[in-house]
């Protein structure tokens, strides 16, 4: 062995071993540091490569619809709409934010009454706004009580988003129940719709990871903080 490889041989050597003493007394986080202070903490979308083939431009509509036996403020689907709206648009990366024109909720609530916004397909829905791609949820269950005396939010939905000229879906994902928080909340600490709404929004952040980077730690403490939220 030449003196140059064993000069290499000595430095990967003490490299390992290093290594292994920081894992070994707990560490090793402090060498994963430069890779987080590059990239930051958070997960690409689901569907990332779906979102960048998105042209420039294009707009954007979320409709969100249920048949759950569910009246007035405790049906979901405006509140969810508006709330996937704003979290998918101002959460996607600079760059893309500025490519894509979100067409508001409000539009869909002057031109369509409940009936058809559950009859019409999102394509046809979109083709009305104008929309280029429709993000459509279809809220296959939703409750909020876990108990008479307990808050807890359970939902299952599916979720597309559909390219309007053609009637194309390509995103399609049925997503897990989603439920939050972990721990149930006493009813006699938040008013029921407050919690709903509070819910809502933890169910479009869900939702949201199909389109957006996001930090995948960010359920671990919402027990914790859930009165501040």
């Known amino acids: 062995m030449t003196h140059c490889r064993r000069l290499v041989y000595a430095f990967a050597l003490t490299t390992l071993m290093s290594v292994t003493l920081f894992s070994a007394s707990g560490c090793a986080g402090a060498l994963m540091m430069p890779f987080y202070l590059i990239n930051g903490t958070d997960a690409p979308a689901v569907y990332k490569n779906e979102m960048k083939e998105i042209p420039k431009g294009s707009k954007m509509l979320v409709v969100c619809r249920s048949n759950l036996n569910l009246y007035g403020s405790s049906k979901p689907d405006a509140d969810l709409s508006q709330s996937v709206t704003y979290v998918v648009s101002t959460e996607l990366k600079d760059k893309k934010k500025k490519k894509l024109e979100w067409i508001p909720y409000s539009e869909i609530e002057e031109n369509f009454d409940e009936e058809e916004i559950n009859s019409l397909s999102f394509?046809?829905?979109?083709h009305e706004l104008n929309a280029d791609y429709v993000i459509g949820v279809?809220?296959?269950s939703f409750d909020i009580h876990h108990s008479t005396q307990f808050y807890q939010g359970n939902a299952?939905?599916?979720?597309?988003?559909?390219?309007v000229?053609?009637?194309e879906t390509i995103v399609r994902e049925s997503m897990p129940v989603y439920t939050y928080p972990a721990n149930p909340v006493p009813s006699a600490e938040c008013e029921e719709l407050d919690f709903q709404r509070r819910y809502?929004?933890?169910?479009?952040?869900?939702?949201?990871?199909?389109?957006?980077?996001h930090d995948p730690h960010a359920e671990y403490a919402t027990d914790a903080d859930f009165a501040k939220r």
């Open 200 to 213: 809502t929004v933890r169910l479009a952040r869900n939702i949201a990871t199909l389109f957006c980077p």
């Open 138 to 140: 279809e809220i296959d």
């Open 123 to 126: 394509e046809k829905i979109g």
């Open 156 to 163: 299952k939905v599916l979720v597309r988003m559909v390219r």
């Open 165 to 167: 000229k053609d009637g």
